[in-house]
């Protein structure tokens, strides 16, 4: 059933790519939203409304000791123009897991899971001299819960991200 299933989301997607006329809807490259900066990949469903996956496996370990976060997201956007001008305004909305984890020698380990959800708005310029580049700028409001604490923490973000479309 698995294999079923697979493949048919498989063919899904595929079915969209070809069915598209090009026009910036499949990307993949680096994405920031202050703290988290990951591997990134978009695919358009419509000219103006396309999903995001951000993937942030990063780690930091000297021997025993060391920290290590981990960040899975997921966006929606919509473009609020069509994606071939040259700046193109857009809203997103997202939502994603972070784990961290601490290693603290003969201490032990300590991780945690945060759940967090952000939402903003951005520029996407795409330069006229590499018509398949995207650089975009974007402010949003973030907010992530700390499960241990009790309490969530809330922030301004702000981000850069460069993605390369396929046509």
């Not at 960040?71 to 997202?94: H, K, M, S, W």
């Not at 974007?138 to 241990?148: H, I, K, N, R």
């Amino acid at each position: 059933m698995k294999k079923i299933t697979l493949t048919f989301l498989l063919s899904f997607f595929i079915s969209i790519v070809v069915a598209q006329d090009g026009n910036r809807r499949i990307g993949i490259g680096a994405q920031t939203s202050f703290p988290i900066y990951g591997l990134s990949a978009k695919i358009g469903f419509t000219d103006q409304i396309i999903g995001q996956a951000i993937i942030a496996p990063f780690s930091v370990s000297a021997g025993d000791y060391g920290y290590s976060i981990n960040f899975y997201g997921a966006r929606g956007i919509y473009r609020l123009t069509e994606p071939d001008r040259f700046a193109v305004p857009y809203a997103f909305v997202g939502v994603g897991l972070i784990r961290s984890t601490y290693k603290l020698g003969y201490l032990g380990s300590s991780s945690t899971n945060l759940l967090g959800w952000s939402l903003g708005t951005g520029l996407e310029f795409f330069p006229r001299f590499v018509d398949n580049l995207g650089l975009s700028v974007e402010l949003g409001y973030g907010a992530m819960s700390v499960g241990a604490l009790g309490l969530s923490i809330s922030s301004i973000t702000y981000g850069v991200g460069v993605h390369y479309y396929f046509r």
